[in-house]
């Protein structure tokens, strides 16, 4: 749950912009943190997620020593985007307070650890205390802020991550910042290796939502990629949901499948049917009650609407695949996942390119996008299934 808010309060600020502020305003936030993410995938170098496989694998000490070095490559990616892009945002006379972005990657990197770490020694307190640090600095310093529209967000985001950090230094004893250094050492590249067979993953994901709104963006508009980004929104609430599942199931469903007894499977298995009840009623609730809200209160974004059960129907397949896919990870499949989901959605983004540039047409692509979030699931079941009987 506290997960939940914390993802489902940046995504409530939306409505707000949406409430206060044109759907060409919506569609450039939309970019903005479709870049920023970018960004924080490059300088995390999915470092969570290595961490949550291998904290049930390594000892402390070793597991201490690899953070250290995972935080430190962390390091150097960011300052190098700093060297990079500084430059760059300053010679195109971007808003000075658009810098202020410069430093998320790290603070991204840094706390998305430490919530991993937290999240895998079920230190569920701490948890808490820091996603509600995030989530209601977050919320205080947006609506300060609110009316300078994306300025407040860059400012309220920063700011949370920055807080949240602070506490996360004092709550953990894994990440030795003291450590850090910015001096690549002969460890640092074998280390990092383990986060880019993610990474083939994460540019799918990316390729899937990030490519599809900079194409939106370029052959319709950024005013239409304000209505897909709020019909969009609401049915993201389906992935912050699994997203949330996915922090508490993932470490009962590792213990169970360590053990590798036919019992475990079982269990595993009915944690999966249970997840499945709850992400089909929350995406059946989304669309219906998205719809409703919608209508009776943003009247300008009749496409919105139009193309919501769309967006809920893919979501639904994505979240599916999501949660089945931890699975392969502790089989130490991740590079085969990281291959379906770059392959999907390479292909994926190069049809909808076609598409877009031939026709001009939301709907095909939003139809295509539903194609590929089924084929995803379907090869990673499959996968799932030959693993298990090689086992």
Sequence with gaps: MSEGLAKLIPFVTVFVFA????????????????????????????????????????????????????????LIISLLLLFVFF?????????????????????????TTCLALLQCGKETDKYLIAQL?????????????????????????????????????QSNSFVLLHKLSIIPRNKNLSIALKGVAFMPQAIGWWLRSGAERYLIAFYLSVSILGQYALSMQISSIAVLFVTAINLAIVPEVNRHLSRGATKDILKVNKIYYF??????????ILWVGGYGYLSAYYY????????????????LFQSFSMVLMNELYFRSKAVIVAKYVLCCFIVQAILQLIILSLFNQLYIVLFVNLIFSIALLILVINRLILERKCS
């Design 19 to 74: 409430n206060q502020f044109s759907s060409e305003i919506v569609g450039q936030l939309t970019l903005l943190i479709v870049t920023v993410e970018i960004f924080s995938i490059i300088a995390t170098n999915n470092t969570p997620a290595v961490t949550r496989i291998d904290f049930f694998k390594l000892e402390r000490d070793a597991l201490t020593e690899q953070l250290v070095t995972q935080l430190s490559n962390s």
């Design 275 to 284: 997840t499945f009840l709850m992400l089909l009623l929350g995406v059946l």
């Design 133 to 169: 640090v995030f989530s209601f600095s977050y919320l205080i310093t947006f609506f300060i802020f609110y009316k300078y529209g994306i300025c407040s967000w860059i400012i309220a985001f920063s700011f949370g991550l920055f807080l949240q950090c602070l506490y996360l230094k």
């Design 300 to 315: 300008e974004y009749t496409i919105s609407r139009d193309i919501l059960w769309i967006a809920c129907m893919s979501t």
């Design 87 to 111: 430059p760059i945002l300053i010679y195109k006379g971007i808003p000075s307070f658009y810098l202020i972005l410069i430093c998320v990657p790290y603070l991204r990197a840094y706390t």
